[in-house]
């Protein structure tokens, strides 16, 4: 079973506009850690925003939010205000930590085109 | 400005050749990761170090990868022989525990096998 799941290849959205990207997990585990990066055309990896399993709160960073649904096992990302360089592909992973280990697991991406 | 630092950022060689990529993390970030991206399987681990030792690299072809941490400084992974579908974009990730809360990438290198 995939571990993390992005039904969205690809998104549009208009400046200025917020933007959902959908990520669902999946994981027996209690403690767990979901993630989101950006990657742009450069191909650099840029670290956005996490939330640990035991967060009550929604993380925000900026205008990053991630929506936690843990009984739904989705963490979807919210881009408020969208802008013009936040055209970029964003993944979505977690990280399992179980007898000591540490996994980390990415979904397969959505493309994100911001349009003017 | 702390980040991770991949050299080189691009490499195309023969196939057979051996290639090694390295990877300098965060100071003070003891746990480092070494994924590949390719647009068939997307990001894939491929091995992962703490304090220097290689805890898992079950995502990594035996026969022809390593990986290693000569020291705290320094995370190498190497290809011999290479092959053409080694191609792809090799990134290394550094975190500060195993239960830190990110982990920050370097920029990848662009490995392309003829």
């Known amino acids: 079973a995939q571990k993390i799941t992005q039904t969205q290849p690809g998104m549009f959205v208009q400046e200025k506009e917020a933007v959902t990207l959908d990520c669902t997990y999946d994981?027996?585990?209690?403690?767990?850690?979901l993630f989101w990066y950006k990657q742009p055309s450069s191909g650099e990896m840029i670290f956005l925003i996490y939330?640990?399993?035991?967060?009550?709160q929604n993380a925000t960073e900026g205008r990053y939010s991630l929506n936690f649904q843990k009984a739904r096992k989705s963490a979807n990302l919210v881009i408020s205000a969208s802008q013009l360089g936040d055209s970029a592909m964003y993944f979505c992973?977690?990280?399992?930590?179980?007898?000591?280990?540490?996994?980390?697991?990415f979904g397969s991406g959505t493309k994100l085109n911001v349009k003017p | 400005d702390a980040r991770v630092t991949q050299t080189p950022r691009h490499k195309v060689t023969e196939m057979g050749q051996e290639v090694t990529m390295r990877c300098q993390p965060i100071l003070g970030h003891n746990t480092v990761f070494w994924y590949r991206q390719t647009m068939m399987q997307g990001l894939e681990l491929l091995a992962y170090?703490?304090?220097?030792?290689?805890?898992?690299d079950s995502g990594m072809p035996k026969d022809r990868f390593s990986a290693e941490m000569p020291d705290a400084t320094l995370a190498t992974l190497k290809i011999q022989p290479s092959e053409p579908r080694d191609s792809a974009v090799y990134f290394c990730?550094?975190?500060?525990?195993?239960?830190?809360?990110?982990?920050?990438f370097g920029q990848g290198t662009r490995l392309t096998v003829v």
């Open positions: 994981t027996s585990d209690q403690s767990y850690g």
């Open positions: 939330q640990g399993s035991y967060d009550e």
């Open positions: 992973a977690m990280r399992e930590v179980s007898y000591n280990f540490n996994k980390f697991y």
């Open positions: 990730a550094s975190g500060r525990t195993v239960s830190s809360t990110e982990a920050f």
């Open positions: 170090f703490r304090n220097r030792a290689p805890l898992d």
